[in-house]
């Protein structure tokens, strides 16, 4: 129940958010948006820099930064749209500022619009070894159970999206990067196949290079 609270709170924040986003960018001066580029820069470079994998630090490209107050509790954030390396990368990350200037990610991030059939236009951490998928049972696919495979996704990977079906997780660097994507329907044309105890998912006629098989995962109670 409680999921299901999370995620329709999420259906309503995002066309909310997005809203505002249009507006805070119509508003916001010149000097304002200097300030947040500036603050985000800093923190990048010294203490955040997005996507790391395997030491490699892929170049950054931000598209927009609005520092606005997206919660209504009088406090800005500053909300940044990414052009992401990876297609398991967020596009759009918030940051809570501190009144002394410093920035703190907020871990759950956001992917708005639809699933995308695999273009080759973003790289895959899959292919470099970094990433594997998993589900649970169909036994053990209570919200409790998908709660906690969640907590333990998020303590031990770098990276996690969350999807109806199954989870990803990724090897990246930094403070830990949440996607929920629950609430968004796969392509018409993906297919999952079950064989024996592995599940592979397939977009059209072509599979992800090592990203399609991956294993049902089950939980123990001292996990």
Known sequence: MKQRERSMKRLFLLPSLLLMLVFA????????????????????????????????????????????DIDNDGKNELVVLFYPHYRQSASVIIYKVSPAGELA??????????????????????EIGSAFDFSLPES????????????????????VVVYRRFYHVDGRKGPVSYLDMTSV??????????IGHAVACAVGTRFPSRGAVHQPVGLRDDE
Request: charged residues 25%.
């Open 105 to 126: 990610r907020v871990t759950e991030a956001l992917a708005p619009g639809p699933l995308q059939k695999i273009s080759g236009d973003y790289l895959d951490s899959h």
């Open 185 to 194: 329907e796969l392509p018409a044309d993906v297919l999952v196949v079950v």
């Open 140 to 159: 053990q696919t209570n919200p409790e159970n998908k709660n906690k495979a969640l907590q333990i996704a998020m303590a031990k990977f770098g990276g």
């Open 25 to 68: 960018m119509a508003s916001v001066s010149q000097t304002e948006k200097s300030s947040a580029v500036e603050l985000l820069k800093k923190h990048l470079l010294e203490k955040d820099y997005p996507e790391v994998f395997q030491d490699k630090n892929y170049h950054v490209r931000v598209e927009n930064v609005l520092n606005v």
